[in-house]
């Protein structure tokens, strides 16, 4: 369950790791020091409003570009007429990267699942 949950249900969370140069994802960014900078947000998943939440959670101001799950895009959907950068989640960064530039970011993501007791009682121990 990714939200609130009951008893029975094993939650989630999300863990940010150090934001990726599209271009070069060795190239990596720490999120903690763009704290009050302007970014655009690109997301083309299921709930997008969930990815840019997240980057306020961090303290950046953003300029929201939600697009359907799935989105093919193009290069026109990531490319905007000023220096901010932009940043993507990391499904979004593989469809772009043919025509990203060094502005382009992608924020690798990691999930934590906690289990609840219930089901661990289900698992066999070993």
């Given at each position: 369950?990714?939200?609130?949950?009951?008893?029975?249900?094993?939650?989630?969370?999300?863990?940010?790791?150090?934001?990726?140069?599209?271009?070069?994802?060795?190239?990596?960014?720490?999120?903690?020091?763009?704290?009050?900078?302007?970014?655009?947000?690109?997301a083309g998943?299921?709930?997008p409003d969930?990815?840019?939440?997240?980057?306020?959670?961090?303290?950046?101001?953003?300029?929201?570009?939600?697009?359907?799950?799935?989105?093919?895009?193009?290069?026109?959907?990531?490319?905007?007429?000023?220096?901010?950068?932009?940043?993507?989640?990391?499904?979004?960064?593989?469809?772009?990267?043919?025509?990203?530039?060094?502005?382009?970011?992608?924020?690798?993501?990691?999930?934590?699942?906690?289990?609840?007791?219930?089901?661990?009682s289900l698992?066999?121990?070993?």
């Open positions: 369950m990714n939200g609130s949950h009951n008893k029975s249900e094993n939650t989630m969370h999300y863990l940010t790791k150090p934001l990726c140069n599209v271009l070069d994802n060795q190239e990596l960014y720490d999120l903690t020091k763009l704290r009050g900078q302007t970014v655009h947000a690109v998943i299921g709930n969930k990815f840019f939440t997240c980057l306020r959670n961090k303290g950046l101001t953003v300029h929201q570009h939600p697009f359907p799950d799935h989105h093919n895009y193009h290069p026109e959907n990531i490319q905007f007429n000023d220096d901010l950068l932009v940043i993507m989640t990391e499904k979004d960064a593989v469809k772009c990267q043919t025509f990203a530039n060094q502005q382009h970011l992608y924020l690798p993501i990691e999930i934590e699942v906690n289990f609840s007791s219930q089901l661990l698992i066999p121990q070993t």
